[in-house]
């Protein structure tokens, strides 16, 4: 089967830290470029973190600096550390397999089902 499984969301007090899994499989994960994505309540789907398979690494200014995104390719995993969450960082957190094409991030229709992050103040 070809998916992508988000894991590793939950509520935690502004200030806390996250650390999101996606595990993918039925694909070639080595050789693709991947993202994480992120949908608040009443928001649009926006760009969060995304990286090459060179471990290129692009952030949304929002995140910058508090965010961290990372892969495994021995475990077929992208993770995303999130520090000093903020309230407005509430949102499922999607993992998205993409297209990097000088230094561009187009998602494809792969998805996975999401994991809810809340942030409390």
């Known amino acids: 089967q070809v998916q992508l499984v988000e894991s590793g969301g939950g509520l935690v007090q502004a200030g806390g830290s996250l650390r999101l899994s996606c595990a993918a499989s039925?694909?070639?994960?080595?050789?693709?470029?991947m993202g994480w994505y992120r949908q608040g309540p009443g928001k649009e789907r926006e760009l969060v973190a995304t990286?090459?398979?060179?471990?290129?690494?692009v952030y949304a200014d929002s995140v910058k600096g508090r965010f961290t995104i990372s892969r495994d390719n021995a475990k077929k995993t992208v993770y995303l550390q999130m520090d000093s969450l903020k309230p407005e960082d509430t949102a499922v957190y999607y993992c998205?397999?993409?297209?990097?094409?000088?230094?561009?991030?187009?998602?494809?229709?792969?998805w996975g089902q999401g994991t809810q992050v809340s942030v409390s103040s």
């Open positions: 039925g694909f070639d994960f080595g050789v693709v470029a």
């Open positions: 998205n397999r993409g297209i990097l094409s000088r230094g561009t991030y187009a998602p494809t229709q792969l």
């Open positions: 990286i090459g398979i060179g471990g290129n690494t």
